[in-house]
C-alpha cells in the first residue's frame, strides 16, 4: 500500500504540471494544426532558405536561396480557419491564402484545406527586361502532436499550376494549363522561447520540376528536382 502512494504521488508530481504545459505548448503554436476561436489571430515571421540544383544555376557551388516570410491565421466557425502568407527574396513575391478545417483528438491534430496563390517576379538589370507570373493550387493535409514542452507537425502539400505568363521586353507570352507541378513534405517543430514568444525549426523537402524562386534561372529542364528547404521562424 505504501508503494502503491509513492508511485501515485511520482505519477501526481510529473503529471500535473505537464498538462497546463501542454495547453500553453498548444495556444502558442502556429504550425500545428489546432482550431482557433472565431476572431482569434496569429502571426508568424521567419526566413527559409532552399538549395537550388546544379543543374539550374549551373554551378556545384552550394547556392541558397532565402525568402522572408509572414504567415497569419484567422480564426472563422467551429473548426474553419483562413490562412495566409506572403513570401519575398526581392526579385520574386509570392502571395497566398485560403481555408482549412481543423480537428483536435487530444494532443493529435489533424488540418485538411486549399491554398490559392499568385507569385510575380520581375528582372530588370544587368541586361535583363523579363518577368513571370502565375497562378498556383495547393491543396494540404497536416498532422501535429502536442508534447509537454514542444510540438511536431507534418505538412504535406502539391502544387497545380493553373496558368502561367512569361514577358521578355514586348513579348507576352500566357500559358493557361493544368498540370502537377509537384509535392513536398515539412516537418516543423515549436517550442518555447520567451514568454508567450516561440520559435520554429523546420525542414521541408520539395520535390518538383517548377519552383518559383527559380524562374530567373530560365531553366529548360521539364523534369523533377529534389530542393532541401531549411525554416527558421518565431510565433509573435
Known amino acids: 500500500m505504501k508503494t502503491f502512494k509513492i508511485v501515485l504521488l511520482v505519477l501526481v508530481f510529473y503529471i500535473c504540471p505537464a498538462l497546463p504545459q501542454t495547453t500553453t505548448i498548444t495556444n502558442n503554436s502556429f504550425h500545428l494544426p489546432r482550431s482557433l476561436k472565431s476572431g482569434e489571430v496569429i502571426h508568424n515571421i521567419g526566413l527559409s532558405s532552399t538549395k537550388l540544383p546544379e543543374d539550374v544555376i549551373e554551378t556545384d557551388d552550394a ?51 486549399t491554398d490559392l496563390g499568385f507569385w510575380f517576379g520581375r528582372l530588370k538589370s544587368y541586361g ?46 500566357v500559358n493557361s494549363y493544368r498540370t502537377m507541378a509537384g509535392y513536398s513534405v515539412g516537418v516543423y517543430i515549436e517550442q518555447p522561447l520567451w514568454k508567450e514568444n516561440f520559435v520554429v525549426i523546420g525542414f521541408k523537402a520539395n520535390y518538383a520540376r517548377f519552383y518559383y ?14 530542393l532541401p528547404e531549411f525554416i527558421f521562424s518565431f510565433n509573435l
Open 128 to 173: 535583363f527586361d523579363t518577368g513571370m507570373d502565375g497562378w498556383n493550387l495547393s491543396p494540404n493535409i497536416t498532422v501535429g502532436y502536442t508534447f509537454p514542452n514542444f510540438s511536431v507537425s507534418v505538412k504535406s502539400e502539391m502544387m497545380l499550376i493553373l496558368t502561367q505568363s512569361t514577358r521578355n521586353g514586348d513579348v507576352h507570352t
Open 63 to 113: 547556392f541558397l536561396s532565402p525568402l522572408f516570410t509572414y504567415r497569419i491565421k484567422v480564426g472563422i466557425i467551429d473548426n474553419i480557419l483562413a490562412q495566409g502568407f506572403i513570401e519575398s527574396n526581392y526579385l520574386t513575391f509570392n502571395f497566398s491564402s485560403g481555408l482549412n478545417w481543423n480537428h483536435d483528438f487530444g494532443d493529435f491534430k489533424l488540418s485538411v484545406g
Open 213 to 226: 524562386p527559380l524562374w530567373a534561372g530560365f531553366s529548360t529542364f521539364d523534369r523533377f528536382f529534389l
